[in-house]
Every structure is written in structure tokens, then in C-alpha cells.
């Protein structure tokens, strides 16, 4: 093997988020290390040094990050005291397990940015229905661990709807957190990157819209946001990356409400969906800042390229399974023969319905142009679209 010129970053959980780091790695010169849960899954198709294991393993873990100057993850999973065990080898963990647990447990994360006096909407830890009920409903319960893309998250109106969320909450051992229904405009995202030397990269501001607790598109800048509200939402992320000691990128995941404030919702330390417009739209991608931040090399210019980009993501549609003849490859003929300015990320997973397999990004001047070439792509590579609609 040839002497390696730059030092290597172990990379945690074989999804499409490492498979996207893979790209900038190598033009940047730096080597991955995987760590895969099976054989074939969406990184471990383009990173070549990797292995097949349990990011619950400590000795898994151990063995991916021999060697390597850091880890970082594809997903915010791994336990926390092997996380500890891994810094104690004297492996770099990055974002490390005092910050990386407040993107693990809601719970500690909805403490600490009370403690910190940042704009969050009611909430607290609920032991039963009964203190479901005195917390109020119509609320929002959410397991404390463990959940995504709308899993573990229940609205409830009532007692009886508040009976699964416990019964789940009791044959895993997590907690419930109850949260006020707010009144919400829209879903808006500020992604930020910080180095361990402190150095902190704010893109704009962007509006997500979520269906059925998934990530259907996004927008940056977010459309009609008012200048001061965007500036507020930025700083809260850089505050909570700064006091929480994070390393790599922080999606701060907030509610624009009715009334004109902004409340955080969620928090990941991770890439996030809501940064993949960053990867054509802006001068740095999320990607590339998260593994400079890493290695706690400068960071990249946020700016963004154009006036407008817009993410759609891809989903496995209707009547899409792992045993279907449909190939999200047979869309590009017409998909890019319609727009060459268009950029389309596909990530090697296998189609089910409702599964993120890929997304599209379009930049341009005019918003509605770009709405509509990414809308219409992500329509047909999902099978939504036929050439009757053209």
C-alpha cells in the first residue's frame, strides 16, 4: 500500500451522508475509512476501505479507527460511553460524545438549550398519560431516543392517543418528551460548520417542507424571510455549536412562527438534508466543511452561487420495491436531455416506497423556474411522471 499523504478520517455508518463526504475527501486529498452495517449499502459502494459491522461493537469501532486521526458519523447512533472509550485510545471524536449526546437524547438537548436561553417551544420530560394529560393537549410526544423521519414522534389530542407513545417508550426504555403543538408558518433550517480552533461557516437560512415527517424539498435562501429573523436563526446555531462544543456541521431545525419568531425543533450534528442544496448551490458544501472541520483545517466559503437553489429529494414511489424492474438510471435520458443545468444525486440504495434513493438540485435567477425543474425531475425519477405530461 502507498504511503498515505494526509491523515485519515474514520467515517461511521454506511448511509447516503458518508457516501456524500466520499467525494469531497478525494478531491481534497484525505482517505475514509468505512464502517458498514451490511455489505453493498450506499457508502460502502464508493469508499473502498471499509468493513462490514455494528457501530454498537466497541471492538468494531476500535478496529475502523485504528490508525486514523479522527471519526466522524454518518448517523448520531453510536453509543455514548464508546464514544468516550475511543477518545480515551487517544482517537480525535469529532463531533465528540459532550456534544453529540444533545443530538441523541432529545431530552438532554431540550435542557441544555433551556439553560442556555434559546427560543424553544414548551416542553418537558412526561412519565404517563396522566402527566401527558396535565402537560396539555393537543401536543407533540417524541421518544427522547432513537427516532427519525418522523418516527417517534406522535401528535396526540387525547388520553387515548397518548397510550401508544408510552407503550413504545416502555419496550424500548426510552423517555417521553412532550412538546407544545405550535403554530407554526413554515419549517426553516440554519446549518452551520465549526472547527475545533473555534472557526465557525453560516449558510443562508433555508425553508424546508416536511410531509409525513420527511424532508420533501428545500429552499435557500428561504423566500420572504425577514432580514432580522434570518440573522437571529444564524446566530442561534453558531451560539448553541459554540457552547455545546460541536465539531463538523449543525443543523439547527426551527419553526417560524405565526406571530414572527423563530423556535428551535430539532438539532443534528451531522450533514443534514436540508444542506444537500450546498452542494451546487453554494462555494463550499456541507460535505467538504464537515470533513475540514474535522481535520481543523479552514473552513470553506459559505456563499452561496446563485439566487436561488432548490432540493428536492427522490422518493421510492408507489408500486417501487427492492424487486422492482424499475432503474432510477433509466430516468437520466430524459431527465437530463430536458435540463443540462440540472444536478442530480443518486445513492445506490434500492427503491421502496417513501425511502430517500436520491435527490436534485436546480440554481438559477428565478425561484419558479428552479421550483419547477427540480419538482419535475425528482416527479419523474420517482416514477410519478410519464412522457404524457411532458
Not at 478520517?9 to 447516503?16: D, L, W, Y
Not at 432529545?106 to 442556555?116: D, P, S, Y
Request: glycine residues 10%.
Amino acid at each position: 500500500m502507498p504511503e498515505e499523504l494526509a491523515p485519515k478520517i474514520a467515517v461511521i455508518g454506511g448511509g447516503q451522508l458518508a457516501r456524500m463526504m466520499a467525494e469531497p475527501a478525494a478531491a481534497l486529498g484525505i482517505p475514509l475509512r468505512l464502517l458498514a452495517e451490511a455489505d453493498g449499502v450506499s457508502a460502502a459502494q464508493v469508499i473502498v476501505d471499509h468493513e462490514v459491522g455494528d457501530y454498537r461493537d466497541l471492538d468494531a469501532l476500535r478496529r475502523i479507527t485504528q490508525g486514523c486521526a479522527a471519526v466522524t458519523f454518518d448517523h448520531e447512533h453510536v453509543p455514548t460511553e464508546h464514544l468516550h472509550a475511543l477518545e480515551e485510545d487517544g482517537i480525535a471524536v469529532r463531533p465528540g460524545p459532550e456534544a453529540l449526546v444533545h443530538a441523541q437524547d432529545k431530552g438532554v438537548m431540550r435542557a441544555a438549550l433551556g439553560a442556555l436561553d434559546v427560543p424553544c417551544p414548551r416542553n418537558a420530560i412526561v412519565a404517563d398519560v396522566a402527566e401527558a394529560e396535565a402537560f396539555g393537549f393537543p401536543c407533540v410526544l417524541k421518544t427522547t431516543r432513537g427516532g427519525y423521519d418522523g418516527k417517534g414522534v406522535w401528535f396526540v389530542r387525547s388520553a387515548e392517543d397518548a397510550a401508544e407513545p408510552f407503550e413504545a417508550a416502555a419496550a424500548t426504555g426510552v423517555q417521553i418528551l412532550a412538546e407544545e403543538r405550535v403554530d407554526f408558518r413554515r419549517e426553516l433550517s440554519a446549518l452551520v460548520a465549526r472547527s475545533p480552533s473555534g472557526q465557525v461557516a453560516a449558510w443562508p437560512v433555508v425553508a424546508s417542507e416536511q410531509r409525513d415527517g420527511i424532508c420533501r424539498e428545500v429552499i435557500a435562501p428561504a423566500p420572504d424571510l425577514d432580514p432580522d429573523l434570518a440573522i437571529e436563526a444564524q446566530q442561534i446555531a453558531m451560539r448553541v455549536a459554540g457552547e455545546l462544543g460541536v465539531t463538523g456541521v449543525l443543523a439547527v431545525e426551527l419553526f417560524e412562527t405565526n406571530d414572527g419568531r423563530v423556535l428551535v425543533n430539532e438539532l443534528a450534528m451531522r450533514p443534514h438534508n436540508t444542506g444537500h442544496w450546498t452542494q451546487d448551490g453554494s462555494v463550499t458544501s456541507q460535505f467538504e466543511n464537515h470533513l475540514r472541520a474535522v481535520l481543523d483545517l479552514p473552513l470553506g466559503a459559505p456563499d452561496a452561487r446563485a439566487p436561488w437553489t432548490v432540493m428536492v429529494n427522490i422518493l421510492g414511489g408507489a408500486g417501487q420495491d427492492s424487486a422492482s424492474t424499475a432503474r432510477l438510471y433509466d430516468g437520466y435520458p430524459h431527465a437530463l436531455a430536458r435540463d443540462p443545468r440540472l444536478r442530480v444525486h443518486l445513492y445506490g440504495k434500492g427503491l421502496r416506497p417513501g425511502r430517500k434513493v436520491g435527490h436534485v438540485n436546480a440554481y438559477g435567477e428565478d425561484l419558479e423556474d428552479c421550483l419547477e425543474r427540480a419538482r419535475h425531475a425528482a416527479a419523474w425519477f420517482a416514477g410519478e411522471l410519464g412522457e404524457e405530461s411532458e
